[in-house]
């Protein structure tokens, strides 16, 4: 069960956007409209940020939104803050099976 | 305000058992799809398994590395869902964290428990 494709790590500087790709196979990212993104600060548990590839959860910042095009889902956060920074996952349903992607960990300078 | 919280994390030696237990409140506990998340230390997020409402059938399904070793149950009568794990090896010393789960998303968390497995 190979985990989603992520970036291990991008910066950025406050105002500034982002974008965070996790890359996987028509079998999970491409086959459902299933992918959903966490936020995670060391030591913590994650927090849903996206989910259904771009739905934001009530409470959730209009600075994050995500797409999909074909097996690649984006997450872009714009106007960085310094409370962004994080570890960020993505995760896709694959058929009575959920993949998460390695991680990326986001330092905002 | 939805809640839940793990225990029964341990120090185990490999090839021993444990039962982590997941209790939530604040919501309609036995109308829940459940899941649980593991992350060994330092590493990612790695999904270990679900289990739907005993009204649509109570099925469960688990992750390819802990197939015939992990099982997840529940009990609505004590809003609380179970894994038991059997056969414990080195890689499975993690941080279990219980979660909602539904439309391939992970709503609400635990705060997670810790699995050392080791001699």
């Known amino acids: 069960q190979s985990a989603l494709t992520q970036i291990a790590s991008v910066s950025g500087s406050p105002g500034q956007s982002i974008t965070i790709s996790c890359t996987g196979t028509?079998?999970?990212?491409?086959?459902?409209?299933?992918v959903s993104w966490y936020k995670q600060h060391p030591g913590k548990a994650p927090k849903l940020m996206i989910s259904?590839?771009?739905k934001r959860p009530s409470g959730i910042s209009n600075r994050f939104s995500a797409s999909k095009s074909g097996n690649t889902a984006s997450l872009t956060i714009s106007g960085l803050q310094a409370e962004d920074e994080a570890d960020y996952y993505c995760?896709?349903?694959?058929?009575?099976?959920?993949?998460f992607g390695g991680g990326t960990k986001l330092t905002v300078l | 305000e939805v809640e839940l919280e793990e225990s029964g994390g341990a120090l185990v030696e490999p090839g021993g058992s444990l039962r982590l237990s997941c209790v939530g409140s604040?919501?309609?506990?036995?109308?829940?799809?459940l899941s649980w998340v593991r992350q060994a230390p330092g590493k990612g997020l790695e999904w270990v398994g679900r289990?739907?409402?005993?009204?649509?059938?109570?099925?469960?399904d688990v992750a390819a590395p802990v197939k015939g070793r992990f099982t997840i149950s529940r009990d609505d009568s004590k809003s609380t869902m179970y894994l038991q794990m059997n056969s414990l090896t080195v890689e499975d010393t993690a941080v279990y964290y219980c979660?909602?789960?539904?439309?391939?998303?992970?709503?609400?968390w635990g705060q997670g428990t810790l699995v050392t497995v080791s001699s």
């Open positions: 028509s079998s999970d990212v491409g086959g459902y409209n299933f």
């Open positions: 289990i739907q409402p005993n009204t649509e059938g109570g099925t469960t």
């Open positions: 259904e590839v771009n």
């Open positions: 979660a909602t789960y539904g439309s391939g998303s992970f709503f609400d």
């Open positions: 604040g919501l309609v506990f036995s109308q829940a799809w």
């Open positions: 995760c896709s349903y694959a058929g009575r099976r959920l993949v």
